[in-house]
């Protein structure tokens, strides 16, 4: 597999989807009609294989950070 993908963007219908090569669907343990969650991080984007449970974990913390955030900047101090 390689470590970087050049991937293109493609008209679909009045839309925009990418097309990932059969070795990146396999890397990330995906197969057509599975669901992909893209993430931003201080990096840049993440793209991995959607799990519910994990994306259940993400909102709560979301929520938290959401609802919490002076005493999250003055844990940060």
């Known amino acids: 597999m390689s470590a970087f993908y050049k991937i293109p963007i493609e008209t679909v219908g009045s839309a925009a989807g990418i097309v990932l090569p059969p070795d990146?669907?396999?890397?990330?343990h995906v197969y057509q009609g599975d669901v992909l969650l893209?993430?931003?991080?201080?990096d840049g984007f993440k793209l991995s294989?959607?799990?519910?449970?994990?994306?259940a974990q993400l909102d709560i913390a979301a929520d938290i950070m959401a609802e919490d955030k002076a005493v999250l900047r003055e844990l940060a101090k």
């Not at 893209?38 to 201080?42: A, C, G, K, N, V």
């Not at 294989?49 to 994306?55: D, F, K, L, N, W």
């Open 24 to 28: 990146l669907l396999e890397a990330l």
């Open 38 to 42: 893209l993430s931003e991080t201080p």
């Open 49 to 55: 294989r959607y799990q519910p449970e994990v994306a």
